[in-house]
């Protein structure tokens, strides 16, 4: 297994820009904003896509149909048939990664593995997609240092010491944000979850809404100005099948190393400010506030819930609780849940017993998936789902699919939401909705064109 050194990238964009301009698949999990480590890989030697209830396998010599049952299980039998075939020889430094898959697990998947009937159009749907990469380009943001680990051709060795960048082309906007439910349909929503607490259903539901802008040009080029917006310490670009998937999620969802659990659910949320004071004031009123630390609470008894079934017994705790931690737009309320891995689990269980995340979903998770289902008109897809990787040697890091949008056939789509509990308030939830897109909107504005004359009016796209 190849440990080779590489001078750190002055310009991670431009990098990963050469990737992609080399190799298929090209793939960015980025810790740059308050990450460990960054991982670029390319030209994977399979790829893994499950829709419509079959999971197809990609190589060289064509495509297959792998399995028409659970696409875990489908990943977890060629990440251990492909592991077994490798090096067992150990990079002398912690890698977090030095190959395996990489991609994305839909929000439909989850609920489809937990049992959940998935509406035709949502069907249709890319539930996962994953690429299977022999090596990897890992950056440590910590000590400045790049390394290529894994099984690394001696071609792309060479390549990467020369330091090679391309930058992405340019791309604009070609209209505003359009954006729905607005504030009368969301209240339509709104009251009728609030119904549905006041019945005893659940505890707390995460009722989204969805924005997006007509766009041209280069999707990596959307990603370079996101990041610089909102980039959060999970965000990552993913080019496989089914189009680009930019990601600047804060929130962390299942780490798993060394057999140790950990998950970092996010629930509260307040805006930031340029003013000093002012933002200071937001970060206390967010700590001090009992509805959000309750909000918080109610989903760390979810999380705790989720992870014992793949932990060992007594091994769950919560070594951090309602902690404040603040974002490039927002301030946001975050505890640490932990556990000891049982025996003979693998990462792919862990996976399907704790997806979709229950910060994006509200408690009991499997009712107030129901009810997201009735309310939301489009399926999630990608958006709170999770992203990241899982090694050949069983370790695991992923995000929950937030601040999180496509760019697929000339259309950018984003989504924003908040949970709904018994003690909500319209307004303030939509405006925290508002909070969470604002960043969006700000990307959108930079890339509109000048000829306000060319800009769109109207509902929605069906592209949506």
């Not at 792919?348 to 998770?365: E, F, N, V």
Request: proline share 6%.
């Amino acid at each position: 297994m190849a440990e080779i050194s590489l001078p750190f990238p002055v310009d991670p964009v431009a990098t990963f820009g050469a990737f992609r301009a080399r190799w298929p698949c090209a793939v960015w999990l980025d810790g740059g904003a308050g990450g460990e480590y960054s991982i670029m890989a390319a030209d994977p030697a399979e790829t893994l896509v499950a829709r419509t209830g079959r999971t197809w396998r990609t190589t060289a010599a064509g495509t297959e149909c792998l399995s028409c049952g659970d696409p875990l299980a489908a990943l977890n039998a060629r990440l251990t048939d492909r592991a077994a075939s490798r090096s067992t020889q150990q990079p002398d430094w912690p890698a977090p990664f030095a190959g395996g898959a990489v991609g994305y697990f839909s929000y439909e998947l989850g609920r489809r593995l937990q049992g959940q009937t998935i509406a035709p159009e949502a069907d249709t749907l890319t539930e996962m997609a994953v690429g299977l990469y022999d090596w990897a380009l890992v950056l440590d943001h910590e000590r400045g240092k790049a390394w290529l680990a894994g099984e690394v051709p001696s071609e792309v060795a060479e390549w990467l010491v020369t330091g090679p960048e391309t930058s992405p082309d340019g791309w604009e906007t070609t209209g505003p944000v359009m954006d729905e439910p607005g504030l009368e349909a969301y209240a339509l929503a709104f009251d009728q979850v609030a119904h549905y607490l006041r019945e005893g259903d659940c505890y707390q539901v995460n009722l989204t809404r969805r924005l997006g802008a007509r766009f041209q040009g280069d999707p990596l080029g959307v990603y370079r100005e996101f990041r610089a917006l909102a980039g959060g310490p999970f965000s990552a670009y993913l080019d496989l099948p089914g189009g680009p998937v930019l990601s600047g999620s804060p929130e962390r969802f299942l780490r798993l190393r060394d057999g140790r659990v950990e998950t970092q659910p996010i629930k509260g949320t307040r805006p930031r400010s340029a003013n000093p004071g002012q933002d200071a004031a937001a970060r206390e009123a967010l700590l001090a506030s009992p509805k959000d630390r309750a909000e918080n609470v109610m989903i760390v008894d979810l999380l705790r819930n989720d992870l014992g079934q793949s932990c060992e017994i007594g091994s769950v705790r919560v070594p951090a609780l309602c902690r404040v931690e603040s974002f490039a737009t927002v301030h946001h309320m975050v505890s640490v849940v932990t556990g000891q891995m049982a025996p003979q689990r693998s990462a792919t269980d862990l996976l399907r017993d704790c997806l979709p995340g229950g910060s994006i979903t509200g408690a009991p998770k499997f009712r107030a998936m129901e009810i997201i289902d009735e309310l939301e008109a489009k399926p999630r897809g990608v958006y709170c789902g999770a992203i990241g990787y899982i090694g050949y040697d069983g370790a695991m890091d992923t995000n929950i699919a937030i601040r999180t949008l496509t760019a697929r056939n000339g259309w950018l789509d984003y989504r924003a939401g908040g949970g709904v509990v018994i003690d909500s308030r319209c307004r303030e939830e939509f405006d925290e909705t508002e909070s969470k897109a604002s960043a969006f909107r700000q990307l959108v504005e930079h890339g509109q064109r000048a000829d306000a004359a060319l800009r769109q009016n109207g509902q929605l796209a069906d592209t949506m």
